[in-house]
């Protein structure tokens, strides 16, 4: 499909205040939608950073009690217009994307709340905001890593992991930043 194509293309945006807002409305939607499964929403990734060039999907982690939570959050959430994509990768993890205009313009990973994942995703975001010059780094290396991989997603992903890994003081893979 055309509009499966498009999910492959890597375009990196300036970013856009309005991101935030877009943020807030998709949480309430989401803590409605899924039926108490979802307790904690934080907005992460790199449209959580200010001034931070991205791609315009914004990304929300979902913190449920258990795992098994988020499998029954998913089949709530489909009836709300998100796809299910399982791990998509990442043990422990449920991803699902909502499409906007032929393309995704959320994504939402949902993980155990409090949990090593759900402390990846605010560690990393958090070290952004507060280091500018860390930020001025992930941007350069994001948009050489987009000119390098432009139509492939799962390549430009993989290939900013040693960067977050390093960021994070880890050696282990799984960000999604």
């Known amino acids: 499909m055309a509009e499966r194509d498009a999910s492959r293309e890597v375009r990196l945006v300036e970013h856009d205040a309005r ?3 877009r943020f807030w409305s998709e949480r309430a939607r989401l803590l409605c939608a899924s039926g108490g499964l979802v307790v904690a ?3 992460v990734g790199s449209t ?8 315009p999907v914004i990304d929300i982690a979902g913190g449920v009690r258990h795992i098994a939570d988020a499998l029954l959050g998913a089949r709530l959430l489909a009836a709300d217009g998100w796809e299910s994509l399982g791990e998509h990768g990442v043990p422990g993890r449920r991803f699902l994307r909502r499409w906007e205009g032929g393309a995704h313009s959320t ?5 155990p709340w409090g949990g090593e994942a759900w402390q990846r995703y605010l560690r990393f975001r958090d070290r952004l905001r507060a280091e500018p010059e860390l930020a001025r780094e992930y941007a350069a290396l994001k948009r050489d ?3 390098l991989h432009a139509h492939d997603r ?3 992903s993989l290939a900013k992991a040693p960067f977050v ?3 994070l ?3 282990v893979g799984g960000a999604d930043a």
């Open 41 to 43: 929403v934080e907005h």
């Open 48 to 55: 959580a950073v200010p001034g931070l060039a991205a791609k």
């Open 107 to 111: 994504h939402l990973h949902l993980v």
């Open 145 to 147: 890593l987009a000119s």
């Open 154 to 156: 799962a390549a430009y």
């Open 165 to 167: 890994e390093a960021a």
């Open 19 to 21: 991101w935030q807002a």
């Open 169 to 171: 003081g880890t050696l």
